[in-house]
């Protein structure tokens, strides 16, 4: 079993920045494929960006692409989310997933693990 707990969310005002992350505890990390969503009220869950179990290969929405970026360092069981030019539609709250795989995913029905998610508000 893998746990993950996400961090770095808060209020920010439009055009600020935040870097959200997630520890993973519990499984080999450097195994798993990750993941960034989010989810507003009322909405479904949406894709942000996934980057491979080494790091070697990201991809992003292509409404994400340019504003965030996803990362990861293997030795600290960590990824990170960097948000820049932060709108207020990005209000949402934001998971992180691992996928049992080398490359992540749009599709989050093929994540095996999920975060209880961290708020992120941004103020118009």
């Known amino acids: 079993q893998v746990q993950l707990v996400e961090s770095g969310g808060g209020l920010v005002q439009a055009g600020g920045s935040l870097r959200l992350s997630c520890a993973a505890s519990?499984?080999?990390?450097?195994?798993?494929?990750m993941g960034w969503f989010r989810q507003a009220p009322g909405e479904e869950r949406e894709f942000i960006a996934g980057i491979s179990w080494a790091g070697a290969s990201t991809h992003y929405a292509d409404s994400m692409k340019g504003r965030f970026t996803i990362s990861r360092v293997n030795a600290k069981n960590t990824v990170y989310l960097q948000m820049n030019s932060l709108k207020p539609e990005d209000t949402a709250v934001y998971y992180c997933?691992?996928?049992?795989?080398?490359?992540?995913?749009?599709?989050?029905?093929?994540?095996?693990?999920w975060g209880q998610g961290t708020q992120v508000t941004v103020s118009s």
């Open positions: 519990g499984g080999t990390f450097s195994s798993y494929a």
């Open positions: 997933a691992a996928r049992k795989d080398y490359y992540s995913d749009y599709n989050p029905a093929k994540y095996n693990y």
